[in-house]
């Protein structure tokens, strides 16, 4: 009996309980919704640039052959000599099927000098095109 007396009944406390949950290392929910939300944000916009690089990669390769074409159709063109005033058009063939041209001789104030300008075009209705302007002198 005297074993009975020394025991101490054990006392339920629920703040105790609720501390040492709220103390354990981990994150809630809503940190969680939060981190999930952010990451989700930044990955529709790098998704978003992305294309918009593939865009522009495209972009430039039209840009860069077209440049190289006009400043082809010019070597041509100062190849034949002293051009003629007029215009000409045409188109570049089975290995650029997308590009066309159109060149323009003009007469200038001094009648021993033309201008020549060269436009490469592509795309619907050629909206995009480039354009290269020379003078040529004639010699004498």
């Given at each position: 009996?005297?074993?009975?007396?020394?025991?101490?009944?054990?006392?339920?406390?629920?703040?105790?309980?609720?501390?040492?949950r709220n103390s354990q290392?981990?994150?809630?929910?809503?940190?969680?919704?939060?981190?999930?939300?952010?990451?989700?944000?930044?990955?529709?916009?790098?998704?978003?640039?992305?294309?918009r690089d593939v865009g522009?990669?495209?972009?430039?390769?039209?840009?860069?052959?077209?440049?190289?074409?006009?400043?082809?159709?010019?070597?041509?063109?100062?190849?034949?000599?002293?051009?003629?005033?007029?215009?000409?058009?045409?188109?570049?063939?089975?290995?650029?099927?997308?590009?066309?041209?159109?060149?323009?001789?003009?007469?200038?104030?001094?009648?021993?000098?033309?201008?020549?300008?060269?436009s490469v075009m592509w795309?619907?209705?050629?909206?995009?095109?480039?354009?290269?302007?020379?003078?040529?002198?004639?010699?004498?």
């Amino acid at each position: 009996m005297i074993d009975q007396k020394r025991r101490k009944p054990k006392i339920f406390n629920v703040n105790s309980q609720l501390e040492t949950r709220n103390s354990q290392p981990g994150f809630t929910l809503l940190e969680v919704l939060v981190a999930l939300a952010v990451l989700s944000l930044a990955l529709v916009v790098l998704l978003g640039l992305r294309n918009r690089d593939v865009g522009l990669v495209t972009e430039t390769r039209y840009l860069t052959a077209a440049t190289a074409l006009a400043r082809m159709k010019m070597v041509e063109t100062g190849m034949e000599g002293f051009p003629e005033i007029g215009e000409m058009a045409g188109e570049f063939g089975e290995g650029y099927p997308e590009f066309r041209w159109h060149r323009v001789i003009s007469s200038t104030p001094f009648d021993y000098v033309r201008e020549v300008r060269i436009s490469v075009m592509w795309g619907k209705n050629d909206r995009e095109s480039v354009e290269l302007v020379n003078y040529v002198f004639e010699e004498q």
